[in-house]
């Protein structure tokens, strides 16, 4: 399987393909560097994301999943830059319950890519399974702008 890491604000990150689609997403430095076409692009992408954020990818993504967590994902990619919701509102999209959106959300396997940072629970931030945990998702929504403030609030 092909990977690309790059270097970000939130430290090192690795891109994987498969099958012409970026598949996953992880932090630290890949074993292998091999430059497709799919992976340049993704990485020239997330370049320009970390300085002014966007939702339009111009390349696929295939992560693997259970159909329900692809379901949920989905959901994700429909949230815009800039803005959260909540595990509730997202299982009322997707269906099932806020634990079972959190739990898939905790899997996605596609990070930025897949906005899981925009999901947050109804009293605080939640969890993010990113290296630097709460610290990157925070981050992450600063970055795009998001009105966290009351979130954080919430959370003491």
Same mark, same amino acid.
């Given at each position: 399987?092909?990977?690309?890491?790059?270097?970000? =604000?939130?430290?090192?990150?690795?891109?994987?393909? &498969?099958?012409?689609?970026?598949?996953?997403?992880?932090?630290?430095?890949?074993?292998?560097?091999?430059?497709?076409?799919?992976?340049?692009? #993704?990485?020239?992408?997330?370049?320009?994301?970390?300085?002014?954020?966007?939702?339009?990818? =111009?390349?696929?993504?295939?992560?693997?999943?259970?159909?329900?967590?692809?379901?949920?994902?989905?959901?994700?990619?429909?949230?815009? #830059?800039? &803005?959260?919701?909540?595990?509730?509102?997202? #299982?009322?999209?997707?269906?099932?319950?806020?634990?079972?959106?959190?739990?898939?959300?905790?899997?996605?396997?596609?990070?930025?890519?897949? =906005?899981?940072?925009?999901?947050?629970? #109804?009293?605080?931030?939640?969890?993010?399974?990113?290296?630097?945990?709460?610290?990157?998702?925070?981050?992450?929504? &600063?970055?795009?702008?998001? =009105?966290?403030?009351?979130?954080?609030?919430?959370?003491?």
């Amino acid at each position: 399987m092909p990977q690309l890491s790059l270097h970000s =604000p939130l430290g090192p990150l690795t891109l994987s393909e &498969e099958d012409g689609a970026i598949i996953a997403l992880d932090w630290g430095w890949g074993r292998d560097q091999t430059e497709t076409d799919v992976l340049v692009a #993704a990485r020239e992408w997330l370049d320009k994301w970390f300085d002014a954020p966007s939702d339009n990818i =111009p390349f696929r993504l295939a992560p693997f999943g259970t159909p329900y967590q692809k379901r949920v994902w989905d959901e994700l990619l429909k949230i815009p #830059a800039g &803005e959260v919701r909540t595990y509730a509102q997202v #299982a009322a999209a997707a269906g099932g319950s806020s634990r079972s959106v959190g739990q898939a959300v905790g899997r996605n396997p596609i990070p930025i890519l897949i =906005p899981c940072h925009r999901v947050v629970a #109804a009293q605080g931030i939640g969890g993010y399974s990113g290296d630097g945990g709460t610290d990157d998702k925070v981050w992450l929504l &600063e970055l795009e702008g998001a =009105p966290i403030t009351g979130i954080l609030r919430d959370q003491s």
